[in-house]
């Protein structure tokens, strides 16, 4: 393996599942982890409980030169719990300059764990990594998405979490070859550790997840009730989109906390972001201002999402919204018919 | 039982990004003139977790903690009118450039001192640096059992029922206690403090903790952060604003000039 100061040394990355697949967040990690590689190797992607030549060789394509994999199973055990066993098996043999966790749910607790555990230092929420003088440099949002720290992590392994859409993943490459090694643990002692009793998933009718949506419809303070989302549902319809929320309606209890986009919810990336009743919070544009454009309904001529959108309407959006739903399904029926996959980001 | 929670007092992080400033040089955010902290808003939810299990009945002593500069006191005294029990402030001149990780190091040390603790909780994160280490710190240093993002807790005998937000759902946990539950928004909105708790809580104790009194060795501290992690920049990111704003006379003449300009980007 070629050494260069400059390069991390093995970088290895939290392979998070999702039905049975890797989640489109660890093909970004993978990726971001070959780019601050460069050339350097290994870069090593650790799964647990799943095996199978078709995960495997589908890690491999999107840049792992080693999978682990751990026989542990996450489903009854809390999943921090079992993922730091399974980690435990694999640093015991191996010394990557950095670990890559994704700023998931399990993510956000199980890193900074592992750093206290480990003696080594974390940086959480990244949005970008770079490699200077033989350390990680971490680039993450702060005070509410208002402001950007670069930290320097000084220790081996450096550890950080990086958040959705912060680094394109590879193109899958089937040609690449790469190994698989099965690790043992010892799984965690469930006496002493929590242990998970209920797990309650969110299946949304429509079943586009809002982070896969081409289009988003999100409510906030300004609907002035729940009603207000039902017309966001129509809008939603109309143009093939998911319906989401700031933190405030969520907290309100106007719509499931699901829906939450932003700082301490979901990040979502559409093409189009129609923000209804939204003020456009720093916390809130965590979630959406990577959009490819927004578009602003708001009473509030003084909203700071005026500031964020590409398009912007001054307005109660109670009388605006029922108008755009009428003339937009009048629109689409002079559109030639689309494939039925529309609602769903090509990436 | 014993309930300890967690709490930092930081700049209001409801401060409108247009008025939002920082020292690029030193790192540091520039504090609004005649601006009060607060308390980070997950830690205050935290306290109201802890108040809502004794609502339902549980016998409990309710501390709170804070490290930070000598003005915390004030979120101290916000958490004793709050309803909590007692309090401890840690605040130590060496350590005043803490980061998380030597903050939970720092509130660990002291924890073991005042403790023990059944139930251990503080915010997701803190409101200002926004990084959600120190919950996690506290519990690996204590080798106690952490569960995060929580919103609703409940005891039942030496155990506490967690139900907390997943990316995609929700789950319940049960776990041993003495362990440590980290607070999301979800929990919903904290109490007010009512005047009767607030005239009581002059009469609470706060008692002040330093790096020695909790056998910290400051200097070995400051030293090991220096080594493992560094600030070496802050800056707020430049956005230009560009907003194309759509007006007419009917709610039709907006609802077809916002159609044709989305269809225009082939947005819709």
């Known amino acids: ?142 005070f509410g998405h208002k402001a950007r720290e670069v930290i320097g992590l000084r220790t081996q392994p450096a550890i950080a979490t990086v958040r959705a859409r912060a680094s394109d993943p590879l193109r899958l490459d089937a040609s690449r070859v790469g190994d698989v090694v099965t690790i043992s643990m010892d799984p965690p002692d469930t006496a002493s550790t929590p242990c998970v009793t209920a797990r309650a998933r969110e299946n949304r009718s429509d079943g586009i997840p809002l982070e896969k949506a081409k289009v988003v419809v999100a409510g906030g303070r300004g609907l002035g009730g729940p009603e207000g989302f039902s017309e966001l549902a129509r809008l939603a319809e109309r143009i093939g989109g998911v319906v989401g929320a700031s933190r405030v309606a969520c907290d309100l209890g106007w719509c499931p906390r699901s829906w939450q986009i932003g700082l301490t919810g979901k990040t979502v990336t559409p093409s189009l972001y129609i923000a209804v009743g939204i003020s456009g919070a720093s916390h809130h544009m965590a979630g959406c201002g990577n959009s490819g454009a927004i578009l602003a309904i708001n009473s509030d001529p003084e909203a700071a999402i005026f500031k964020e959108a590409r398009f912007g309407i001054v307005g109660d959006y109670k009388q605006i919204l029922p108008v755009l739903v009428d003339q937009l399904a009048r629109f689409k029926s002079q559109q030639p018919v689309t494939g039925g996959d529309a609602a769903v980001a090509s990436r | 039982m014993r309930i300890l929670v967690c709490i930092k007092s930081i700049q209001n992080p409801e401060i409108a990004a247009s008025v939002f400033r920082v020292d690029e040089a030193r790192k540091e955010v520039i504090p609004l003139d005649g601006l009060p902290l607060v308390t980070s808003p997950f830690d205050e939810q935290a306290i109201e977790a802890a108040l809502r299990i004794r609502d339902r009945g549980q016998e409990c002593r309710i501390s709170v903690i804070s490290f930070g500069p000598a003005s915390s006191k004030a979120a101290i005294k916000r958490a004793l009118s709050m309803g909590a029990d007692d309090a401890i402030q840690v605040m130590d001149t060496g350590l005043e450039q803490a980061d998380s990780a030597t903050t939970a190091r720092v509130l660990a040390k002291v924890i073991q001192h005042a403790g023990p603790f059944d139930l251990i909780l503080a915010g997701r994160q803190a409101a200002d640096w926004d990084a959600g280490i120190v919950g996690c710190g506290i519990a690996e240093l204590l080798h106690m059992p952490i569960v995060t993002f929580a919103y609703a807790l409940e005891v039942t005998g030496a155990r506490v029922v967690v139900e907390r937000v997943l990316d995609d759902g929700t789950e319940t946990v049960e776990a041993p206690m003495p362990c440590v539950v980290t607070i999301s928004n979800e929990l919903g909105e904290p109490r007010k403090a009512t005047l009767k708790e607030t005239m009581r809580a002059a009469k609470k104790p706060i008692e002040v903790a330093t790096a020695e009194s909790a056998d910290v060795d400051s200097s070995k501290l400051r030293a090991e952060q220096e080594h493992m992690r560094a600030r070496v920049g802050l800056y707020v990111p430049r956005k230009e604003s560009k907003c194309d704003l759509i007006s007419g006379a009917t709610a039709e003449e907006i609802a077809r000039q916002a159609i044709s300009k989305l269809a225009a980007s082939k947005l819709i």
């Open chain 1, 1 to 142: 393996m070629p050494t260069d100061s400059k390069k991390p040394a093995g970088v290895l990355v939290i392979g998070e599942m999702e039905d049975g697949a890797p989640s489109s967040l660890v093909l970004e990690l993978l990726g971001l982890a070959r780019r601050l590689l460069d050339g350097n190797g290994p870069a090593s992607v650790l799964v647990l409980g799943q095996s199978g030549v078709t995960l495997t060789s589908a890690l491999i394509a999107a840049g792992a030169d080693r999978v682990y994999v751990a026989p542990g199973d996450a489903r009854d055990v809390y999943a921090s719990d079992v993922w730091l066993a399974a980690l435990h098996g694999v640093l015991a043999s191996v010394t990557p300059d950095l670990v890559l966790v994704g700023h998931t749910s399990l993510g956000a607790e199980l890193a900074p764990r592992l750093a206290f555990r480990l003696g080594a230092a974390v940086a959480t929420g990244c949005e970008a990594l770079a490699w200077e003088d033989g350390h990680l440099m971490a680039t993450r949002p702060c």
